[in-house]
Nanobody, 123 residues
């Protein structure tokens, strides 16, 4: 299974910005789509954003639409999540993974997760 490594998290004030990065093996980035998920303390992991490489399509959870932008460079085996206008409710550990579309939901395609990167937004 592919191994993915997330980075770029940190502590920011509300309204601030961060850019997360996801790097990994070519095997992971050969999948047709990849995405970001996050897990806040005491909550289940939730979908944040996905990118379908071949169509250059992007998809977002409604709570981050207009504030987050997913992008990537397959040649560099790297995916990004640009986060702006951050809110305290964005505080979570962020993870990347291969994704598949099931009906209207983007779900992780692999049950293997990296360590994630912590994002903390203060009010």
């Amino acid at each position: 299974q592919a191994q993915l490594v997330e980075s770029g998290g940190g502590v920011v004030q509300g309204g601030g910005s961060l850019r997360l990065s996801c790097t990994g093996s070519g095997r992971a980035f050969s999948h047709y789509a990849m995405g970001w998920f996050r897990q806040a303390p005491g909550k289940e992991r939730e979908f944040v954003a996905a990118i379908r490489w071949s169509r250059a399509e992007t998809h977002y959870h409604e709570s981050v639409t207009g504030r987050f932008t997913i992008s990537g460079d397959i040649a560099k085996n790297t995916m990004y999540l640009q986060m702006t206008n951050l809110k305290p409710e964005d505080t979570a550990v962020y993870y990347c993974n291969q994704v598949d579309l099931y009906g209207r939901k983007w779900l992780p395609d692999s049950d293997r997760w990296g360590e994630g990167t912590q994002v903390t937004v203060s009010s």
